[in-house]
């Protein structure tokens, strides 16, 4: 009931780039805390390199950076055996007991109960910008910015949407729904249970929403946070004061808001732990509140990019280089490629030397300074970083030196003749070498360029 939304900024027209997730969102691994009857917390993935997290009653979903899906959690209503495989989901939000997410194209994924039909109510066609799920109504935006709603309408929570177009984000309760229009006011329909839509701010100056099944909470321009409806539990009262906080996100009894530096605040309800047994210190970057569980997504990137963006191949992408910080890793340090040709192989270079780029066939090689570079292709286990891009155009290991499957795991020594080992403090740089036979026989081509610290 919290969709992924992040930092807003005014926008002159309703367009993609205003709020929806880029290429350029941290990566991270996903905390979970609270009531953990159903697994919500001990099923949480391991690893890095999510990218959202949403919150059901009582299930929870995480996004991984290739668009893939994770679900954990309660599953009566197949919520999670019934999620959806493969890449190229780009958003997820999670109900009571359904889920949504939305494809690269824009089409609209649906599953878990459909009591009142929001599942079976979902709008084919592609274009869609945002998809959010109340308990048992389901909402998107279209590539226009209008509203649109399905699924159960007893109190008014789909009938009544609001007309017109240049809506930034929609959010769904119990039996309300709310939006964020392009000026930053927002409008709220449905039951007025405990003053959920009587209680709604006026002006402008709001940049993002989060609706929990009874209470609503909303983020001005200066970081400070409004928050009304459902107060049985001080979720409105303990509200915080001041200003700088950069998201928020409402649950069933509490509530939860980030600050600039990625720490957490919580307030409200404390009955399964959800408020004291949550992660302290800052890194976070996006949050998430069911029933009685959170869900926090911890920056584990790596690195700072230089040659870049790297030169567009014949797929019409730039091949993106970005590292994940993984103690699964002999270094430490995971290596992901996206946007490359597929079908076509990769393996991963390194120096101590980056240049700004020497062209070489299709794109800019930029470890060719005065010092060696090297190439992870010794044959054997870790050192082979060769892999081939998935349908997708996502670096796929071939070699097993991957413990995610995609991407490539860096050991913990340079490929030298007299291998060098890798110590804290040392920076060391790498970039991705492919293919790009289908520019031209014998062509090949370059990732951006990627400055890692140890």
Do not use: K
């Not at 941290?26 to 979970?32: D, E, I, L, M, R």
């Not at 019934?82 to 089409?107: C, K, Y």
């Not at 935006?141 to 949407?161: E, F």
């Not at 066939?361 to 190439?375: H, I, P, Y």
């Amino acid at each position: 009931m919290n969709p992924f939304v992040p930092f807003l900024r005014p926008c002159a027209a309703l367009i993609l780039a205003c709020w929806l997730p880029s290429l350029a969102i941290a990566q991270g691994s996903v905390h979970s805390w609270g009531d953990d009857q159903h697994g919500q917390v001990s099923n949480t993935p391991g690893g890095a390199g999510f990218t959202q997290v949403a919150a059901g009653s009582n299930h929870s979903l995480a996004l991984g950076a290739n668009g893939s899906i994770a679900s954990w959690g309660r599953d009566q209503f197949g919520q999670i055996a019934s999620t959806p495989s493969g890449p190229g989901f780009q958003q997820i939000d999670a109900g009571e007991w359904h889920s949504m997410a939305l494809r690269a194209d824009g089409s609209i994924e649906s599953w878990g109960r459909d009591s009142r039909g929001q599942i079976s109510g979902s709008p084919s066609g592609a274009g869609h910008l945002q998809v959010a799920a109340g308990r048992e109504h389901s909402l998107a935006l279209n590539s226009a910015g209008a509203i649109v709603a399905w699924g159960r309408d007893l109190g008014g929570q789909v009938s009544n949407r609001p007309t017109g177009i240049g809506f930034l984000q929609v959010d769904g309760g119990f039996e309300h729904s709310v939006a964020l229009r392009a000026d930053g006011s927002i409008v709220t329909w449905g039951n007025d249970l405990f003053g959920v839509v009587s209680g709604t701010p006026s002006g402008t100056g709001f940049t993002q929403l989060s609706s929990g099944p009874e209470h609503v909470l909303a983020l001005r321009t200066d970081g400070s946070i409004a928050a009304w409806g459902f107060n049985g539990f001080n979720q409105i009262a303990d509200t915080p004061s001041g200003i700088g906080f950069v998201r928020v996100a409402a649950g069933l009894s509490n509530s939860f808001a980030q600050r600039a530096d990625g720490s957490f605040v919580m307030w409200g309800s404390d009955q399964a732990g959800q408020i004291s047994s949550a992660p302290t210190g800052a890194g976070f970057t996006h949050l998430d509140g069911g029933v009685g569980h959170g869900l926090g997504l911890l920056d584990t990137s790596a690195g700072t990019a230089f040659c870049a963006p790297a030169a567009t191949n014949s797929s019409g992408s730039s091949a993106e280089l970005t590292g994940t910080w993984n103690s699964n890793a002999g270094s430490g340090l995971h290596l992901d490629v996206h946007g490359g040709v597929p079908g076509l192989l990769i393996f991963v270079l390194v120096g101590n030397d980056p240049t700004p780029g020497i062209q070489i066939s299709g794109g800019l090689f930029c470890l060719g300074g005065s010092t060696q570079f090297f190439r992870y292709n010794a044959s054997g286990t870790p050192m082979n970083s060769i892999a081939a891009f998935d349908g997708s155009g996502v670096m796929v290991n071939l070699s097993g030196t991957s413990t995610t499957g995609f991407g490539f795991d860096v050991p913990g020594t340079i490929p030298n003749t007299n291998p060098i080992s890798i110590m804290a403090g040392d920076t060391w740089h790498f970039q991705g070498w492919y293919r790009d036979t289908p520019a031209g026989a014998g062509s090949s081509n370059f990732t951006n360029g990627l400055s890692v610290t140890f």
